[in-house]
Each structure stands twice: as C-alpha cells, then as structure tokens.
C-alpha cells in the first residue's frame, strides 16, 4: 500500500515538476522545440539520431535506457532554432517514463524496422497513447532500415494513411531520407508552437496549468 | 570497526544535516583513511598462509604462484594497466588477509563483509563474491556438493527450457534479449563472440521465464557483465587482456562453469532488487522519489537548482537505478562498487540509493554551473568518470556511508524536510 501511495505522489509531482518551457522563447530569444522519437527496441531511433546530428553512422549502437536528449541548434527559414531530440527506450516495460517523454512535445516521429512487421504492428499502440497525451501534434512516421529490406519501399502501409501521417522510406546505414525526416519533423515542429491548430490542445494545456 | 567510524562520522555532523559538499569530501576521505588505517593494523597482526583455499572444483590453475597471480590481476582490474607499487603491495597485504578468512573449513561471514566492504583483492574476489551473493555456503566442505549440483541444475533447465525461445509465447522475450546483447559493450571485443553472447543469451532467457513476475526488462543484461568477467578473469593468465581475450582458449568446460555460476549470483542479487522490474518498476519509481527527497534534505542549492530548470528526478536517475549507475561509471568502478553492494546488506537496493545521491552531490559545482534545462540534462546524461578508479568509488561509498547512516534508520530525520 505504502509503495502505491508513494506511486501517486510520484507521478503527481511529475506533473508539476516535468512542465518544461517550451512554450517561451529561450532567454536570447530563439525558438525552442521538442521532438519525440517513439517506436519499438531496436528499430533504431537512436542510430537515425546519430546520422542526422552527426552525419555519421557506427554500426554498433548501445541500447537507450529510459531517454536521451540531444540538442541541435538549426536555422529554419532564417531563424535560428533551438532542437531538443528526445530519444526513448523501446522497451514497453518502461512506460512508467512515457509521461514525461510526451510532455510538452511538438512533434514526433514514429519508427518502425523494415525488416520486423511486429514493429509496425505496435505503431498503432504507440500512436493511440501519444494522442492521449497529445492529441494533435504533428506526427511523421519513418520506414528505418530499407537498405536491408529495398522492397518495403513499394509498399504502402495502411496505419500511416488511416491516420493521415506521412510516411518516410529511411535508412540510419546510409543515410537516405535522413535529413528531409527531421528537417520536416522540425519545420511542423514550429509551425505547431506558433499556431497550435488543435483548440481541443491549448484547452488541455490550459488545464494541466491550473 | 565499523562502530568506530560511525561514532566519528555521528559525532561531526550530528549537529548540521545540512552539510556542504567539500567538508562532506573531507569526512569522507576520513572515513576512509579511517577504514583503511584499522584494516592495516590488522593486517600487521596477521600473516595468510601462502597456499591458495579455493576448492578443486573452481581452481583451474593451481601452478601459478599467488604473487604472480595477484599482480596480473591487478592489471586486469585496473584494466589500463596503470597500477603502482604501494598500491599493489597493499593489495597483496589484504589478499592475505582473505585469505586468511577464507582458508577455514567456515567462513566467518561477518568479517569476510566487512572486510570486502573496502574492496575485494582481484585474486580472491570471483570466490568471495560467490560466498557474500549466498550461492556457497559459509562451510566449505559442501562447496564440491553445491557446485556439482547447481552446475547440473544449471545446464539442466537450460535443457529443459532453451529450446522454448522460439516458441510463440516466449518469442518477445528472446527477441528482445536477442537484440540487446550485441548492443551491450559493443566497443568491448570480449562481448562481441559468439560464444560469450549465446552464453549471456542463456542465462538472461532463463533467468526471465523462470522469473515471470518480471521478465527481462533491458537493463538487466548489463548486470551480467560484472558477474561474468569477474568470474572469467579467475581463469585467464597473467598476461592474457580480458577485453581481447578469446574464450575459445578457455579448457571445455570452463566456460559452461562460469555460465552457470553468473546464472546463480545473477539470480540472487536479482532477487534483492526485483521490484525494480516488475509491472510498472515500483522499486525505481520509489528509490527515485526517495533521491529527491534525499538531495532536497542534504543540499538544497542543488534540488532548487535542478526545480528551477524543470529537471526531473526521474528523467535521469531512472537510468541510474534501472542500470545501477553502470551506464555513469566504467566497468572496472561497477566491480569495485559491487564489492560492497555484496558485503552491505541490501546493497544492490537500499545503499544503492545512498549511493546514487552521494553520485549526484559530487557533481554540485559543475551542475550549478549550467544554467538551463538541456545543459543540465546533457551533462547528467555524460558525467565524466571515464577516468575514475577505485578510488573515486572508495570517496564516493564513504560519501553514501555516511547519508546512510544519517538518514536510514531515522525517517523522520527524512520527512522533516517537507
């Protein structure tokens, strides 16, 4: 009992303390985002990561523990901008962190591996669960891996068209569609801070203010 | 001995809860030097018999001489090499001294904890950390009957169950240990053959569906390492690089001895901390709440800092407890850490807490030094202890030691800060 309790004060104060200002303008004025990455272990959210910020791809990759956060400085439309990645672990033991990799987010991209259907399989698990906690950011969903699996981009998946997400054909190995992901992802991103189109949003947000 | 160190550490800071780091750092080189200082008296005291008290079973090269031995070693805890005489001189000083405990037909379990508690020699450490998990007894005699049994016991479940990876139900399991071995240490050549993968594949699957209130959760992977390299390393020769070596090289059934001795110490210092693995993790949520309110109880400056940023406690030290720290520190400080872990009671649970907050007091300076929310985030997610060693972690234990103490036993001393 008293470990459930406890349980309760955690996330409470989760909820107070995780409220991040994103909403403001950084202290010299420059825009600042956050972009989720979300999906399954291993489908390499992480590695695309890498090559996008670094422009450089090791094979070998550690495993993410509960989330990484990267930051990227980036000029969108000549105005310099302030990215925060939020890389998180796959693994659905630990959505006891989900609710503060969500937070505040403006954009998220949703990765699945060419080469295991189970991992687009669970997209749908992963969508319905970020739009409980957000419900009308912009969400991009990238293919990873098609430089093992070629003919997956022939291929035209259902769950992003139900959705009206975008579909991305990417690979972390050699680079393809990399930088238009993210560069997009960022671009919705703004566009997003600067114009929540969704009312039902800035109603939620003004609650979770109050 | 213990008893003398409380009382010091009681009588200095029994007035001030609320203590500044750099004479928390002094208190804590006390300690130490304290500790250190009443092991070498007693080590004065006492000479080991020269004569190695391991069993038949476990001892692969006996020829070898003890000097030989413990020096090399030496170099393969501190990985680099970069070890000096004084130190390996003191470290021959307390091998003997182990020996000495461990060479009876029972081991006196109170002292071989206490003394461990400052840090195991590299030569008897696969032995004492067999003996302090709870996988061999106190008494000797039965070491032959117990390896025998649990080796078969082992190999048999392996036999019984392994073949079930592939089946529907336990396929997620698998898969999931399957593809979060090579991403382990993947800059560690050691870990990346085949052999010593299907062996950690192994112990992670069975250990999972024979603990289905858990399960493997990624995580729990890292903590085969230290098990299994300290127990490789008892079989390697002086001069073989356990990073390089290959354990082809190792005699048949070596490596199917250090395979079912890691599952069985895997498995009870599992059993300490499987809260933090089970639905939900409850065991890391609470240890990271009770984090919080330890910092904000022993250095305010630093929690309204972090409050002030937005930093929340679980968006780093989930990784911490999750990990045990093994993502913060290298390899080599884990071995060290876990030393005491073993000889602590609840180490790899409560004193972990303990240690995590003397963790994240030590790097004060250089977090009140950033001056927003993904500084401070970027920097506790790479603190730089790359090139830590023992004796960083000796600091950082006294450090914990002392919160302990303070803190564990007085809960109130705990809420009154709210």
Same mark, same amino acid.
């Given at each position: 009992?008293?470990?459930?309790? =406890? ?6 104060? /989760?909820?107070?303390?995780?409220? /991040? ?9 420059? /825009? ?89 399989? =669970? ?27 070629? *003919? ?47 009312? =039902? ?6 609650? *979770?203010?109050? | ?31 130490? &030097? ?66 000495? +405990? ?43 009957? +117990? !390896? ?13 169950? !392994? ?37 950690? &594949?192994?112990?992670?699957? +069975? ?127 884990? +071995? ?33 030094? &950033? ?48």
């Amino acid at each position: 009992m008293a470990a459930q309790q =406890n349980n309760e004060e955690i996330r409470d104060s /989760l909820g107070e303390k995780a409220e /991040l200002d994103y909403d403001e303008k950084t202290k010299a004025g420059e /825009l600042a985002v956050k972009v989720i990455c979300l999906g399954d272990s291993a489908v390499g959210k992480s590695k695309l990561l890498e090559r996008f910020l670094v422009d450089g791809y090791k094979p070998q990759q550690l495993s993410t523990y509960a989330l990484t956060l990267y930051r990227h400085r980036m000029t969108i439309s000549d105005e310099s901008v302030l990215v925060d990645f939020w890389d998180t672990a796959g693994q659905e033991r630990f959505q006891s962190m989900h609710a503060s990799y969500y937070h505040q987010g403006h954009a998220c991209i949703l990765v699945f591996d060419a080469t295991r259907k189970i991992t687009y399989k =669970n997209l749908t698990t992963w969508y319905k669960e970020l739009r409980h906690h957000r419900p009308s950011i912009p969400c991009f969903c990238a293919v990873n891996k098609i430089d093992v699996n070629e *003919e997956v981009t022939q291929r035209s998946f259902n769950f992003p068209a139900k959705y009206d997400i975008p579909i991305y054909y990417v690979s972390a190995a050699n680079g393809t569609n990399v930088v238009k992901l993210f560069t997009d992802a960022v671009e919705a991103a703004i566009r997003y801070k600067k114009n929540p189109s969704d009312f =039902n949003d800035i109603i939620l947000e003004e609650l *979770e203010r109050t | 001995m213990l008893i003398k160190v409380l009382g010091f550490i009681f009588f200095i800071h029994m007035e001030d809860p609320k203590i500044q780091p750099q004479v928390a750092q002094t208190t804590a080189m006390k300690v130490l &030097e304290t500790h250190q200082g009443l092991c070498e008296q007693e080590e004065l005291l006492e000479k080991g018999e020269e004569s190695p008290s391991k069993s038949s079973v476990s001892s692969p090269r006996k020829a070898s001489s003890i000097k030989a031995k413990t020096e090399a070693m030496m170099r393969l805890a501190s990985q680099r090499g970069v070890s000096r005489v004084g130190e390996q001189e003191r470290e021959l000083g307390r091998h003997e001294k182990f020996q000495a +405990i461990l060479k009876g037909p029972n081991i006196n379990l109170h002292e071989l904890r206490e003394l461990s508690w400052s840090g195991i020699p590299t030569s008897v450490r696969p032995i004492t950390w067999k003996i302090l998990a709870g996988y061999l007894p106190p008494n000797k005699d039965r070491w032959d009957t +117990i !390896y025998r049994k649990k080796r078969e016991e082992y190999w048999s479940y392996v036999q019984q169950y !392994y073949d079930s990876r592939l089946e529907e139900i336990h396929a997620d399991t698998y898969r999931q240990i399957h593809i979060d071995i090579p991403r382990m240490a993947p800059l560690i050549p050691l870990f990346q053959q085949d052999l010593v993968q299907d062996t950690f &594949e192994r112990i992670l699957f +069975i250990w999972a569906i024979r603990h289905p209130a858990s399960g493997y959760v990624q995580g729990i992977n890292d903590l085969v390492t230290p098990i299994f390299v300290v127990f490789l390393q008892e079989f390697l020769l002086p001069n073989d690089d356990i990073d390089n070596y290959d354990v082809r090289k190792l005699y048949h059934d070596a490596l199917q001895q250090i395979e079912a001795d890691s599952y069985w110490c895997l498995s009870h210092l599992l059993d300490g901390i499987q809260d933090n693995y089970t639905f939900a993790q409850p065991g890391i949520q609470n240890k990271v709440f009770q984090l919080k309110e330890l910092i904000q109880r022993i250095d305010v400056s630093l929690h309204e800092h972090l409050c002030q940023h937005e930093i929340d406690y679980l968006q780093f030290s989930f990784r911490w407890m999750n990990n045990l720290l093994m993502r913060e520190i290298p390899l080599r400080c884990t +071995i060290r850490l876990w030393d005491t872990y073993l000889a602590e009671k609840d180490g790899f649970a409560t004193f972990h807490l303990y240690v995590c907050a003397a963790f994240l007091i030590h790097w004060n300076a250089d977090l009140l030094r &950033e001056r927003d929310f993904q500084g401070l985030m970027l920097l506790l997610q790479n603190l730089p202890t790359q090139a830590w060693t023992d004796k960083d972690i000796g600091m950082l234990l006294a450090e914990a030691f002392r919160l302990k103490y303070m803190f564990a036993d007085a809960p109130n001393h705990l809420s009154g800060a709210r």
